[in-house]
Protein backbone atom coordinates (compact mmCIF):
# COMPACT_ATOMS: atom_id res chain seq x y z
CA UNK A 1 0.00 0.00 0.00
CA UNK A 2 1.19 3.48 -1.09
CA UNK A 3 1.43 5.65 2.24
CA UNK A 4 2.80 9.18 3.32
CA UNK A 5 6.08 7.73 4.39
CA UNK A 6 6.67 5.69 0.73
CA UNK A 7 5.71 9.10 -0.90
CA UNK A 8 8.25 11.13 1.29
CA UNK A 9 10.86 8.83 0.45
CA UNK A 10 10.34 8.97 -3.13
CA UNK A 11 9.98 12.59 -3.60
CA UNK A 12 13.26 13.06 -1.74
CA UNK A 13 15.14 10.16 -3.47
CA UNK A 14 13.86 11.52 -6.86
CA UNK A 15 15.04 15.22 -5.73
CA UNK A 16 18.80 13.28 -5.07
CA UNK A 17 18.53 12.72 -8.38
CA UNK A 18 16.79 15.44 -10.31
CA UNK A 19 19.27 17.64 -8.64
CA UNK A 20 22.44 16.26 -10.45
CA UNK A 21 23.75 18.77 -13.23
CA UNK A 22 24.45 18.17 -16.98
CA UNK A 23 27.96 18.91 -16.40
CA UNK A 24 27.70 15.86 -13.47
CA UNK A 25 25.77 13.50 -15.98
CA UNK A 26 27.79 14.06 -18.35
CA UNK A 27 30.85 13.22 -15.80
CA UNK A 28 29.04 10.25 -14.38
CA UNK A 29 31.17 6.46 -15.46
CA UNK A 30 28.81 4.21 -17.35
CA UNK A 31 27.68 2.32 -14.43
CA UNK A 32 26.47 4.84 -12.40
CA UNK A 33 24.83 6.39 -15.29
CA UNK A 34 22.75 2.90 -15.84
CA UNK A 35 22.08 2.75 -12.30
CA UNK A 36 21.03 6.57 -12.05
CA UNK A 37 18.82 5.41 -15.04
CA UNK A 38 17.64 1.81 -13.61
CA UNK A 39 16.76 3.80 -10.62
CA UNK A 40 14.32 6.32 -12.63
CA UNK A 41 12.37 3.18 -13.50
CA UNK A 42 11.90 1.62 -10.07
CA UNK A 43 10.94 5.83 -8.81
CA UNK A 44 8.38 5.26 -11.69
CA UNK A 45 7.22 2.31 -10.73
CA UNK A 46 6.49 3.13 -7.15
CA UNK A 47 4.95 6.54 -7.88
CA UNK A 48 2.55 4.73 -10.25
CA UNK A 49 1.08 2.34 -7.30
CA UNK A 50 -0.61 5.23 -5.88
CA UNK A 51 -4.35 5.84 -6.82
CA UNK A 52 -4.54 8.45 -7.91
CA UNK A 53 -1.23 8.62 -9.20
CA UNK A 54 0.82 11.76 -8.48
CA UNK A 55 1.09 13.41 -11.90
CA UNK A 56 4.03 16.14 -11.02
CA UNK A 57 5.82 13.64 -9.42
CA UNK A 58 5.73 11.32 -12.31
CA UNK A 59 6.69 14.12 -14.43
CA UNK A 60 9.44 14.64 -12.35
CA UNK A 61 10.74 11.05 -12.32
CA UNK A 62 10.20 11.35 -16.63
CA UNK A 63 11.50 14.24 -16.80
CA UNK A 64 14.96 12.81 -15.04
CA UNK A 65 15.36 9.63 -16.59
CA UNK A 66 15.59 11.44 -20.20
CA UNK A 67 18.53 13.57 -19.14
CA UNK A 68 19.84 10.29 -18.42
CA UNK A 69 18.56 8.57 -21.35
CA UNK A 70 20.13 11.57 -23.70
CA UNK A 71 23.52 10.69 -21.92
CA UNK A 72 22.96 7.19 -22.66
CA UNK A 73 21.87 8.18 -26.14
CA UNK A 74 25.16 10.14 -26.92
CA UNK A 75 27.18 7.41 -25.46
CA UNK A 76 25.61 5.00 -28.36
CA UNK A 77 23.72 3.14 -25.69
CA UNK A 78 20.41 1.79 -27.28
CA UNK A 79 17.23 2.82 -24.86
CA UNK A 80 14.17 0.64 -25.12
CA UNK A 81 12.29 1.12 -21.97
CA UNK A 82 10.33 4.58 -22.21
CA UNK A 83 8.19 6.15 -19.76
CA UNK A 84 5.06 7.69 -19.95
CA UNK A 85 2.74 10.03 -17.94
CA UNK A 86 -0.47 8.29 -16.76
CA UNK A 87 -3.72 9.65 -18.23
Known amino acids: ?15 KI ?3 TPKE ?3 LP ?3 LL ?18 PNKPVIGNIIDTHNRFVREMEKRKMKHNTPLEMPN
Open 1 to 15: MFNVLTELVLTQSIS
Open 35 to 52: DYHRKTHMFYAAAMKRKP
Open 18 to 20: KGI
Open 30 to 32: TKR
Open 25 to 27: IKE
